[in-house]
């Protein structure tokens, strides 16, 4: 038993080191973005940024009665001169286009903006170009002149450069505000930061609800402020150097880290409740408080530390993911895990004794418990009705099981905001009056490695099959810089099919390779065209079934050539094709090592596969539930199987470590007392559990909420199998095999 001087040292270097992490806590790096979530930048992306200059897209949409009044023009193209000085940047708007016409020795290039300014055309000849112009419909000018838009790509690597071109876009646009007209902005960076200030919100609101929930349910089960002190003590030191030792490891908090602090928060206090729970039962028989401690600490020992095990082993699970966020939160999880171990199974003895914990918190038998009685009468139920068990349990399993073919994975990023947030306003204004916020970047490199005219043909074939697409909203290639050529060559307004003879298209394309929009969708040593493809449907968009629609059109109307996508929003689908590989590795994994761990621990593989079993079940019910309520798979939902999984056994290896024991020393009736033993703890802490993963429904983010909320089912479904189905399963081991598993 270790003496007074002994506990007092542990309590003190527990202290030294939460006073360390307090004062780590402000260094924590934080950057909740959705780069953080991307795994490293695809190769077709560096070459199409290396090869034509691409930058990050914003898109500021206006939207007015007229957008090619007068003073609206000038407005506009204020705007756009001031967004380019500011952030260096490059914008296109309806007062900046350029176009291609008839001149004395040939085409040549004009901007009719400039022209309507300096008197040169009049304001309905402008009016008439731009409703005509079909590289400006849809992109830049709405059909019926009442929406524009900006297209600015801007170089923004770092976070902190989205960060600042975001807030400069934000200010420039307050300042440009006028009466009758409303202004947007969109891109993947406006959604980024709009992301991360709702994370820093949703932090700033759970986590003190689960800090507050936490305090009532201590106060509420043991009614004593040195009860709450010790265990709420606990709690706090093991979040500050759980959160301190993440930070440490070189992580940065992100939007799915930002979930780590709460449930830390709540994976701290079960461990509390069952040493608790356990030195109180010493206090009734008798034990002075140093006994009492050592004693309650000396025999939950192998299930506190199985219990940790395998909630760290269920995050580090998470390591095989191959998204880098997934990978970091799993691996510092599990480390923080561990830590919160060391502070409740030492702190927590240490403290009980010297707080004065006394012997008013044992009063009362323990029979009066209704916890107790609550699962000693599910354990008795059950095994009485054991066929029943076993009927309404397949059953089950069969109807939830059926919902999972119909799971869907998410590749939105829009998707986990709210609907009236202002960029999934702007996303539908842009959908519903412009050709959509998101684009997708195809580079195609001809089998000839040249731009002939064949190909030139065969790109616009493989144009207007991509633009007729359902999703598709405008397409631009270097075709439609060559039929600008064409029709100021012939005359036209427009000019809806190349109809020029090879010798003439090959005149044109030298004569595109010095303007310089073209840089933007030619290239040259070797050969690559880009076609930019923009996107409608928002949040609902498929993208996965587009690109193989894509791919398909390619080899039957680009035979040769090389396709390659590219792009953030080709980035995000990927993304959601790492979700399931990551999720069934993950999965695989966890189950493999539980088991095996604890079949280890135990003593027999078969007891490791029974602990493992009705929390498997669990979650089969979760993920089917999942499937019928059609709430799609993300980043977040994806990590339910290894989080609950690592914390939902926790039930089945308290009861069965306690099973073990009683098998050992009185096998009669071993069962009933083990259920009676740890039937009240269980439910407490599992009933902290869930209710703590539930406040997480407070957040404002819906992968994140949805994450938090089917985690405490799934931890709700797992006490109620281990409760009910897992003494079934014992009865039928023990009656293949009395004996005791040594």
């Not at 926790?650 to 073990?660: K, M, P, S």
């Amino acid at each position: 038993m270790p003496s007074r001087r002994s506990r007092r040292a542990i309590l003190l270097l527990l202290g030294l080191g939460g006073a360390a992490a307090l004062g780590f806590l402000p260094r924590a790096r934080f950057d909740p973005s959705v780069h953080a979530l991307i795994a490293e930048q695809a190769g077709e992306n560096r070459e199409l940024e290396r090869r034509f200059g691409i930058g990050a897209e914003l898109i500021v949409g206006i939207e007015a009665d007229d957008v090619l009044g007068p003073e609206v023009l000038r407005r506009i193209d204020r705007l756009g001169r001031r967004i380019e000085a500011r952030l260096d940047a490059s914008v296109l708007s309806i007062t900046q286009a350029p176009d291609v016409a008839a001149g004395r020795f040939g085409p040549q290039r004009i901007v009719p903006y400039r022209q309507l300014r300096s008197g040169t055309i009049q304001p309905q000849d402008f009016r008439r170009w731009a409703l005509d112009q079909p590289l400006l419909r849809g992109l830049l000018l709405a059909r019926n002149a009442q929406a524009a838009a900006l297209l600015i790509e801007a170089p923004l690597e770092s976070s902190a450069q989205r960060r600042r071109a975001v807030a400069t876009l934000q200010e420039l646009l307050a300042q440009a505000q006028w009466r009758g007209a409303r202004l947007h902005l969109a891109g993947l960076a406006v959604v980024e930061e709009e992301i991360a200030r709702a994370s820093r919100a949703d932090l700033a609101r759970v986590l003190p609800a689960v800090l507050l929930l936490i305090a009532c349910a201590l106060l509420l089960r043991y009614r004593t402020v040195a009860a709450l002190g010790v265990c709420f003590g606990a709690v706090l030191l093991s979040l500050l150097l759980g959160v301190a030792v993440y930070g440490l490891l070189g992580f940065r908090f992100n939007m799915i880290a930002i979930l780590l602090p709460p449930a830390l928060a709540i994976i701290a206090v079960e461990n509390a409740i069952h040493l608790l729970d356990r030195y109180l039962e010493q206090r009734r028989a008798g034990a002075a408080p140093e006994p009492a401690a050592w004693a309650a600490s000396r025999q939950l020992r192998l299930p506190c530390l199985l219990t940790s095990v395998t909630t760290a082993v269920g995050f580090l699970s998470l390591s095989w993911a191959e998204a880098p966020a997934l990978r970091e939160f799993g691996l510092g999880a599990a480390a923080a895990v561990l830590l919160t171990w060391v502070v409740t199974y030492f702190g927590i003895p240490a403290a009980l004794p010297e707080a004065g914990v006394d012997r008013r918190l044992a009063r009362g038998a323990p029979r009066s418990d209704p916890l107790r009685r609550l699962a000693l009468g599910l354990g008795q139920v059950a095994r009485r009705r054991a066929g029943t068990v076993g009927v309404l349990c397949a059953a089950a399993a069969l109807v939830l099981g059926a919902g999972l073919p119909r799971l869907t994975v998410s590749s939105s990023i829009l998707s986990a905001l709210p609907p009236d947030s202002p960029s999934r306003r702007a996303e539908r204004f842009l959908d519903q009056h412009l050709s959509g916020s998101q684009s997708l970047e195809i580079l195609i490199r001809p089998q000839s490695d040249s731009l002939d005219p064949g190909f030139l043909r065969r790109l616009e074939a493989f144009q207007r099959r991509a633009a007729a697409m359902p999703e598709v909203r405008h397409a631009l290639s270097p075709v439609d810089l060559v039929k600008r050529v064409q029709r100021a060559a012939a005359g036209e307004r427009s000019a809806a099919r190349l109809s020029a003879s090879d010798e003439e298209l090959r005149e044109w394309i030298e004569l595109i390779e010095d303007a310089p929009e073209s840089r933007a969708l030619l290239a040259r040593d070797p050969a690559a065209a880009r076609l930019t493809l923009r996107l409608g449907r928002g949040a609902a968009l498929d993208l996965e079934a587009l690109m193989d629609r894509l791919i398909r059109a390619a080899r039957r109307l680009l035979p040769g050539s090389d396709l390659r996508f590219a792009g953030r929003a080709v980035e995000l689908s990927e993304l959601s094709r790492q979700v399931v590989r990551s999720q069934r590795r993950s999965l695989l994994f966890a189950l493999g090592a539980i088991a095996l761990l604890l079949g280890v621990l135990l003593g027999s593989l078969r007891w490791g596969l029974l602990a493992i079993l009705p929390n498997a079940l669990a979650l089969l019910g979760v993920y089917g539930l999942m499937g019928w309520l059609a709430l799609p798979l993300s980043l977040p939902t994806a990590m339910i199987a290894a989080v609950a999984l690592g914390l939902a056994v926790d039930v089945a290896v308290q009861l069965l470590a306690r099973y073990r024991h009683e098998l050992a020393t009185r096998p009669a009736h071993a069962l009933e007392r083990s259920l009676a033993r740890t039937g009240s703890s269980n439910l407490a802490a599992s009933a902290v559990l869930v209710a703590g993963f539930w406040a997480g429904g407070l957040g404002a983010l819906a992968p994140t909420r949805h994450f938090a909320v089917l985690t405490g089912l799934a931890l709700l479904l797992a006490l109620l199998t281990d409760l009910v189905l897992l003494p079934v399963l014992l009865d039928r081991l023990r009656g293949a095999d009395k004996r005791p598993p040594m």
